[in-house]
């Protein structure tokens, strides 16, 4: 067991790493959160093997004991860590320090209340390593806060986390979209995985005219933004999307795997071919303020890139698993004003992702925080710019 690091060498770390967060939010921390991080040691929520982004795409491990100065390094870096891998594919990380920030900063609680007003009641939603919680544990209290995890493992591991330094929040292994009803009312529903809805749970949770909820967000399309949800005194929920965020998303029981995407064969009699002047790359190429449009627009529909040649020079496929409705459009090396398309199945996939670009464009192409929702009576609204001017209803 490599030793641990001595109090000083933790506080120069932490102090960088709190540099590095203000330099990423543009200002530093108010006071009360920056004493959170102080007292909360990240690396004692971390496991012995961690996994950083390579930058191609990949990760690459730091062992503790292999290398104990490179993993205390890492530890406090403003970067997500994978700590957790199902199936060859990341499932639990600690989240990256100026994003934990930004999520706390959103939901109110870096603040403390007046005397007047009784202690908030916090709902986490991903315990993941447990650090989160124990910042929340800081800024609202122990006992006022309960943290739920879907895996029975990483619950307990959170759980241990915390009580080595100190904390003791509730802690659950329960399935999060569901919530946690036997903790409500809730002040705060925080969630640290991304949703493509907000679970009628979660708001049944909710204290009435003052719960908050602050969830990231996704889509089939694109997972990026971050959503803030208010309870009404009149029973609506109104919130606004904010421009940072890319999160895993909530883990389901029993989820089964995604099918793989096949593309309409040419000699194919049910497929409808056409060309099209919209370029590929305009709803799929990394802007992310049009992809959440369409993200919120075109629901189901999910896109990936076929760059082997086999097909095409360079191939946008989009498919919709439910109906198993596929479009591709193809770029043929040479020219980029005119591109073939192939649509099957029930929905015409390119043309509705067409329809919802033109749209964005009709708006003014507005940014991801101009974006809103509202949720009443069961159904959801998302509008642009302002409740009058809704974009789609689910």
């Not at 108010?30 to 990949?58: K, V, Y």
């Not at 403003?78 to 700590?83: R, S």
Request: aromatic content about 8%.
């Amino acid at each position: 067991m490599p030793a641990a690091p001595d109090t000083a060498a933790t506080g120069a770390l932490v102090d960088g790493l709190l540099a590095q967060v203000a330099e990423q939010l543009g200002r530093p921390l108010p006071a009360r959160l920056r004493e959170a991080f102080q007292h909360m040691p990240r690396h004692q929520f971390l496991p012995d093997r961690i996994w950083l982004r390579d930058g191609s795409g990949g990760y690459r491990d730091v062992d503790r004991t292999a290398d104990p100065e490179g993993w205390l390094a890492a530890a406090y870096t403003d970067q997500p860590l994978v700590t957790h891998f199902t199936e060859g594919l990341p499932t639990s990380s600690a989240s990256m320090p100026s994003m934990v920030a930004r999520m706390l900063l959103l939901a109110g609680v870096t603040e403390p209340n007046s005397h007047d007003q009784a202690p908030l009641r916090v709902l986490e939603l991903g315990a993941g390593t447990g650090f989160n919680a124990g910042l929340l544990c800081i800024l609202a209290g122990d006992e006022q806060v309960t943290t739920v995890d879907l895996a029975p493992a990483i619950a307990a591991t959170a759980q241990e986390n915390l009580k080595r330094v100190g904390r003791t929040p509730t802690v659950v292994a329960a399935d999060g979209a569901s919530g946690w009803p036997p903790g409500a009312p809730y002040d705060l529903v925080l969630a640290t995985f991304s949703v493509d809805h907000i679970p009628p749970e979660w708001l049944a949770g909710l204290r009435p005219a003052r719960g908050r909820i602050v969830t990231p967000w996704t889509s089939a399309w694109c997972s990026y933004g971050t959503l803030e949800l208010t309870a009404s005194e009149e029973g609506p929920a109104h919130g606004r999307f904010h421009s940072f965020a890319s999160f895993m998303p909530m883990a389901r029981p029993h989820a089964e795997s995604r099918p793989p995407m096949t593309a309409p064969a040419g000699d194919n009699s049910a497929a409808a071919f056409s060309s099209t002047g919209l370029s590929p790359w305009a709803v799929a190429g990394g802007d992310l303020d049009a992809e959440f449009h369409i993200g919120l627009t075109v629901p189901g529909a999910l896109y990936a890139w076929d760059t082997s040649g086999d097909h095409a020079h360079t191939r946008l496929q989009i498919q919709d698993p439910v109906t198993g409705s596929l479009a591709t459009v193809d770029y043929d090396g040479r020219t980029a004003a005119d591109f073939t398309v192939a649509q099957a199945g029930p929905r015409r996939l390119w043309d509705e992702v067409t329809a919802a670009y033109r749209r964005w464009e009709e708006l003014g192409r507005p940014s991801v925080d101009k974006y809103g929702l509202t949720v009443a009576m069961g159904a959801t609204v998302v509008w642009a710019g302002s409740p009058a001017s809704p974009v789609a209803e689910r």
